[in-house]
């Protein structure tokens, strides 16, 4: 199941496994941040998962039954289209942005990538 941003922008998704993996690891007031760095990664841009429990004004939220991820409207231009998803493999668990649309080139690792020209 998806589950799509409620506001201006209505296509970032999260997995069931995204959803639940966010579930297990906050808190009652906590949610999972997920932003892009420029300047890092073998890409030039990274994506920043983090357990955090400040919201500012500007901040998207997508929910989904009871787990939140929280975007920064800057990060978001990058994610727009994007599925957040909670990977398990053999050397490491960790969440991944899958099928991002604005990235041209992606690092082996997942965690970074090159963006496409948007506006």
């Given at each position: 199941?998806?589950?799509?941003?409620?506001?201006?922008?209505?296509?970032?998704?999260?997995?069931?496994?995204?959803?639940?993996?966010i579930?297990?690891?906050?808190?009652?007031?906590?949610?999972?941040?997920?932003?892009v760095?420029?300047?890092?990664?073998?890409?030039?841009?990274?994506?920043?998962?983090?357990?955090?429990?400040?919201?500012?004004?500007?901040?998207?939220?997508?929910?989904?039954?009871?787990?939140?991820?929280?975007v920064?409207?800057?990060?978001?231009?990058?994610?727009e289209?994007?599925?957040?998803?909670?990977t398990q493999?053999?050397?490491?668990?960790?969440?991944?942005?899958?099928?991002?649309?604005?990235?041209?080139?992606?690092?082996?690792?997942?965690?970074?990538?090159?963006?496409?020209?948007?506006?």
């Amino acid at each position: 199941m998806i589950c799509a941003i409620a506001r201006r922008f209505a296509n970032l998704h999260l997995t069931e496994s995204c959803a639940s993996r966010i579930k297990a690891i906050c808190k009652e007031n906590e949610f999972l941040r997920l932003q892009v760095e420029g300047g890092e990664g073998c890409g030039g841009f990274s994506y920043k998962f983090e357990v955090d429990s400040e919201k500012e004004d500007s901040d998207f939220v997508v929910e989904q039954a009871g787990a939140k991820l929280v975007v920064d409207k800057d990060s978001l231009e990058v994610l727009e289209g994007s599925t957040v998803d909670y990977t398990q493999e053999m050397i490491r668990n960790s969440f991944v942005v899958k099928e991002n649309p604005k990235a041209e080139m992606t690092c082996g690792c997942g965690t970074s990538f090159s963006p496409k020209d948007f506006k």
